[in-house]
């Protein structure tokens, strides 16, 4: 491995740079095509301003109240936001004919509500009792939350923890009070965790619904919707949610949470297959295709962070491997199991986490390093892979 300079940084000039560029001029190439993710893309971009710092000092009071305008101009007479304005029949009222093509979005809703936040907005203008109603329609008879309603009434998508995160959280920001004012009226809280909990995997982490792989992503999702529901009470965790009654998670159920999050750390920043030679060994049946794209190799093969490579027996060549201290070691964090680091599982992953109380266990210089030195962009954000386009 090459050498590693001793104090990354984030390069805050050329952030803001990249980010005001998203947010008033053209997006990337690789995102003009997404014209239906409108609002989520505003809200990565409005954000990554904010977290910067710099979005009341680049932008005018009358740019992000024409922003919020926009936002509003999104919202369902039903309840809820539209992911874009693609869908909107104007000033035509929705009518059951019509209501199938232009229905609200779970994601666009939240999205919408938290750009709303982030500019500073009061949220006075948003349908709040209307849209909790919406979201409760959207509960399916096993707890968990679908993506939107059908022209005919019925849930579309779900079984999905990532919209049952959606659904508590946009609860939570709606309503005010307890646990019991913000969730009881809308939705059946105890059903809703009850899935969650049962999408815990046999290897500790939490998958998108019961029976399916354990991904850092929807573990994520299920920490954070348990912690909304105040159904964290283990490891002696303070949450600012109080305790609720009833089924919660047990303090056998963070262990193995922790555990299998702690795992996701690794150094590995590249498949195995293409530093391996095994290149076409099962690539199709083994990996996703969003797991792939253009990455870096190590040099010297693949340092470890105090453990061994998740790589097949006998495939392991300990000659090559660098064992180096952990001062010295890049390493990010993957969303499952074999996998290399990707830039967005230090999220994911570190995110739960937190919320679990755990923070602490993350070697936390290894993974600035990997962000840092890796997959920070020379023109502002940062890629999915080493070597990849920012958002890849």
Known sequence: MGPISSSPSLNVATQVRFWLRCLKTFLPNAYTEQEASRIPLAFFTLSALDVLNSLDTHTTPAERAEWADFLYSCQHPGGGFRAFTGSKYGDRPT??????????????????????????????????????????????????FGELLAGNGSVDGGQDVRFCFLAALICR????????????????????????????????????????ESHAGWT?????TLSLLGKLPLLNIESKYPKSAGIVASRDDAEDLIHWLVWRQTSMLSDYRGFYGLEDIDSE??????????????????????????????????ESLS??????????????????????????????????????????????????????????????????????
């Not at 990996?287 to 061994?308: H, I, M, N, P, W």
């Open 173 to 212: 920001i709606l309503d005010s009070g307890d646990v019991q004012d913000a969730f009881g009226p809308y939705i059946d809280q105890e059903d809703l965790a009850k899935f969650v909990l049962t999408s815990k995997a046999y290897d500790g982490g939490m998958a998108r619904k019961p029976y399916c």
């Open 95 to 144: 009518t059951a004919e019509n209501a199938r093509w232009d229905p609200a979005n779970i994601a666009g809703t939240y999205f919408a509500i938290v750009s709303l936040i982030i500019l500073g907005d009061d949220l006075k203008r948003v349908q709040r009792q209307k849209t909790l109603e919406w979201i409760g329609r959207l509960q399916h008879p096993d707890g968990s």
């Open 220 to 224: 994520y999702c299920g920490v954070s």
């Open 285 to 318: 049946s083994d990996l996703e295709d969003e797991e792939v794209g253009s990455s870096a190799r190590t040099e010297s093969g693949f340092t470890v962070l105090g453990s061994k490579p998740a790589l097949p027996p006998e495939t392991l060549d300990f």
């Open 323 to 392: 064992l180096t201290s952990s001062a010295d070691i890049l390493a990010g964090f993957n969303g499952r199991c074999n996998k290399p680091a990707d830039t967005c599982y230090s999220f994911w992953a570190g995110s739960a986490l937190a919320i679990l109380g755990r923070s602490s266990l993350i070697n936390i210089t290894a993974n600035r390093r990997y962000l840092l030195e890796k997959t920070q962009h020379p023109i502002g954000g940062f890629g999915k892979f080493p070597g990849d386009l920012p958002g890849g």
